[in-house]
Structure formats: structure tokens, C-alpha cells
Nanobody
Framework: QVQLVESGGGLVQAGDSLTLSCAAS????????IGWFRQTPGKEREFVAA???????FYSNSVKGRFTASRDNSKNMAYLQMTSLKPEDTAVYYC??????????????WGQGTQVTVSS
């Protein structure tokens, strides 16, 4: 498995930007999908974005046009750049590694999560 550690969460205002980072170690990173999911209390974890081994990117409709997922295989890093943040983006964000794309069952390695809070 891959070990993943997210960072970059915090408290921001609506309209602000924030970039999350995901550092990977262990198993080969470059041939895996890196997914981003989020979860709020009382709700199921939901897909946000994913970036494939060849750089293809996939987004949920709720973040398309505002979030950008990327990766740097040379550094074993993945990123989620979030712009025009809204209060409804408030959640714990997780990065995950696996065979992707949209379903969490396709990912077998998960980070511990990082809290993003967007105030109105």
C-alpha cells in the first residue's frame, strides 16, 4: 500500500483559495489514480476529483471549474487547488490512491484527512 499524508487545510472566507497537498510514500505512486474525496458530518464521503497516472483529470460537477487536481510523480505529491470556495465546500478532505476513478471502493490507500472550513 501507499502511505498518504494530506496537508494544507484551514479556515478561509468564501471566495478565497486554498491548495491541499498529498504526500505519498511506500508503493510506487506513479501508476495509481489519486483521488480526492470529502466528507461532512452525517453524510457519506463524496468524490471531488481524481488525476490518473497519465495526468487525465476528473471532477465532480460541484467543483468543476473551481478546483484543479494535479500530481508531480517525481516528488510523489498530489495537489488539489481550490478557488472560489463556498461554505458548502466545508468538509474533511481526503486523498486516496488506487485504481480509481469515482468510487471510493476503488481506492485502497487513504490519508488521515484535512479539515477545510469556509466561512460566509
Amino acid at each position: 500500500q501507499v502511505q498518504l499524508v494530506e496537508s494544507g487545510g484551514g479556515l478561509v472566507q468564501a471566495g478565497d483559495s486554498l491548495t491541499l497537498s498529498c504526500a505519498a510514500s511506500g508503493r510506487t505512486f506513479s501508476n495509481l489514480y489519486i483521488g480526492w474525496f470529502r466528507q461532512t458530518p452525517g453524510k457519506e464521503r463524496e468524490f471531488v476529483a481524481a488525476v490518473g497516472p497519465n495526468g487525465g483529470v476528473f471532477y465532480s460537477n460541484s467543483v468543476k471549474g473551481r478546483f484543479t487536481a494535479s500530481r508531480d510523480n517525481s516528488k510523489n505529491m498530489a495537489y488539489l487547488q481550490m478557488t472560489s470556495l463556498k461554505p458548502e465546500d466545508t468538509a474533511v478532505y481526503y486523498c486516496a490512491a488506487g485504481d480509481g476513478i469515482y468510487f471510493e471502493e476503488m481506492y485502497d490507500s487513504w490519508g488521515q484527512g484535512t479539515q477545510v472550513t469556509v466561512s460566509s
